[in-house]
């Protein structure tokens, strides 16, 4: 929250800044990917530019984060690994898919976290408000894919093995970080460093390396200006939201950062329309919309819970994506971008 001696003019742009890169970046990796095909080699481009971003300010003394250590980076990589999966398959997604979809299935997300909170670590069934405001989510998930004419068997099959991975992070992974004690910008320089590690083998795995190999041997000019610059931007709005995150998070109230976010999905939908052809049919955006309104009245019902139950721990109290839990308080920030999560 703001102290009072914070002035408009400073937190103005904080909030600005993350509303900027939030509602953009999906719309800014979507079109990075339809000019380079590459979804392996792209996310670890983004990788660096996070990890070598967060050492460098962390050089000048703009931010601190926690030292990188080989027994901290081992107890780490499982964490990384569903990062890894989670910001892969997203990529993948965008790729094969639509904007619109890609926030049709994060917004789902809340749906799919609730029962596996209850069915693998014994949580208690939602409340009958936060019932209702999933079954809203399911009932928009599912009109939406019903509505899409251009259904594709392959951009389906990410969206659900993103889902997945996503869910699992969700509910698990956020307890593995937690005990590490790490802080934020740790947790930033932890993740993308050893995600970056890890890109190579999935680039073999995929048989992405063979593929890039292929475009060089032809000389096939991908690397042109508007391909760099679509690239360099998504890795520069992707460490940018970062920043702009967590800075927006300090600045305003709980309650304020949270309706930014709202009204950033909002504006992404928007954006998404007005600048080009590839989003959803008409009745595809009204079943997302609704997927939206459900998310937005998940939030609203589980922002009451601490006042229920006030001795909840602090680490069961928060999320950290959209991640940024999403969305993230980290995980706010990590749904959104992908490159952060706490997922996610």
């Given at each position: 929250m703001a102290s009072r001696g914070d002035s408009k003019s400073t937190v103005a742009p904080l909030v600005l800044g993350y509303a900027l890169c939030s509602s953009l970046l999906a719309v800014i990796n979507k079109y990075a990917i339809t000019k380079f095909m590459y979804p392996g080699l792209l996310t670890a481009l983004q990788y660096a530019t996070s990890a070598v971003g967060v050492w460098v300010l962390g050089k000048f003394g703009l931010l601190h984060h926690d030292p990188f250590t080989w027994p901290t980076a081992r107890k780490f990589l499982p964490a990384a690994v569903i990062f890894y999966l989670a910001i892969f398959t997203n990529t993948n997604l965008l790729k094969h898919a639509n904007v619109d979809t890609f926030i049709v299935f994060r917004s789902s997300t809340p749906l799919f976290v609730a029962i596996a909170d209850t069915m693998f670590r014994k949580q208690p069934w939602p409340s009958k408000y936060t019932f209702s405001s999933l079954i809203l989510i399911l009932a928009g998930a599912i009109g939406y894919v019903s509505s899409d004419s251009g259904f594709n068997i392959t951009a389906y099959s990410w969206a659900m093995a993103y889902l997945i991975t996503i869910t699992t992070e969700m509910v698990y992974i956020k307890h593995i970080v937690s005990s590490l004690g790490l802080n934020t910008?740790?947790?930033?320089?932890?993740?993308?460093?050893?995600?970056?590690?890890?890109?190579?083998?999935?680039?073999?795995v995929t048989g992405e390396i063979t593929e890039?190999?292929?475009a060089i041997s032809k000389s096939e000019r991908f690397l042109n200006i508007e391909t760099i610059s679509s690239v360099a931007l998504s890795c520069i709005f992707g460490l940018a939201i970062s920043f702009f995150g967590f800075a927006a998070r300090r600045a305003i109230s709980a309650t304020a950062f949270t309706v930014t976010g709202v009204v950033n999905k909002f504006l992404t939908v928007v954006i998404n329309v007005l600048i080009w052809d590839k989003h959803a049919s008409p009745s595809g955006l009204f079943y997302l919309i609704l997927t939206l309104i459900g998310g937005v009245a998940y939030q609203q019902s589980t922002a009451k819970a601490p006042a229920v139950s006030s001795q909840v721990s602090t680490n069961e109290d928060v999320k950290l994506t959209e991640k940024v839990g999403s969305d993230n308080d980290l995980s706010q920030t990590d749904e959104e971008s992908g490159l952060l999560k706490a997922t996610k």
């Amino acid at each position: 929250m703001a102290s009072r001696g914070d002035s408009k003019s400073t937190v103005a742009p904080l909030v600005l800044g993350y509303a900027l890169c939030s509602s953009l970046l999906a719309v800014i990796n979507k079109y990075a990917i339809t000019k380079f095909m590459y979804p392996g080699l792209l996310t670890a481009l983004q990788y660096a530019t996070s990890a070598v971003g967060v050492w460098v300010l962390g050089k000048f003394g703009l931010l601190h984060h926690d030292p990188f250590t080989w027994p901290t980076a081992r107890k780490f990589l499982p964490a990384a690994v569903i990062f890894y999966l989670a910001i892969f398959t997203n990529t993948n997604l965008l790729k094969h898919a639509n904007v619109d979809t890609f926030i049709v299935f994060r917004s789902s997300t809340p749906l799919f976290v609730a029962i596996a909170d209850t069915m693998f670590r014994k949580q208690p069934w939602p409340s009958k408000y936060t019932f209702s405001s999933l079954i809203l989510i399911l009932a928009g998930a599912i009109g939406y894919v019903s509505s899409d004419s251009g259904f594709n068997i392959t951009a389906y099959s990410w969206a659900m093995a993103y889902l997945i991975t996503i869910t699992t992070e969700m509910v698990y992974i956020k307890h593995i970080v937690s005990s590490l004690g790490l802080n934020t910008w740790g947790y930033v320089l932890y993740n993308n460093f050893i995600s970056l590690l890890l890109s190579p083998f999935f680039c073999i795995v995929t048989g992405e390396i063979t593929e890039i190999y292929a475009a060089i041997s032809k000389s096939e000019r991908f690397l042109n200006i508007e391909t760099i610059s679509s690239v360099a931007l998504s890795c520069i709005f992707g460490l940018a939201i970062s920043f702009f995150g967590f800075a927006a998070r300090r600045a305003i109230s709980a309650t304020a950062f949270t309706v930014t976010g709202v009204v950033n999905k909002f504006l992404t939908v928007v954006i998404n329309v007005l600048i080009w052809d590839k989003h959803a049919s008409p009745s595809g955006l009204f079943y997302l919309i609704l997927t939206l309104i459900g998310g937005v009245a998940y939030q609203q019902s589980t922002a009451k819970a601490p006042a229920v139950s006030s001795q909840v721990s602090t680490n069961e109290d928060v999320k950290l994506t959209e991640k940024v839990g999403s969305d993230n308080d980290l995980s706010q920030t990590d749904e959104e971008s992908g490159l952060l999560k706490a997922t996610k």
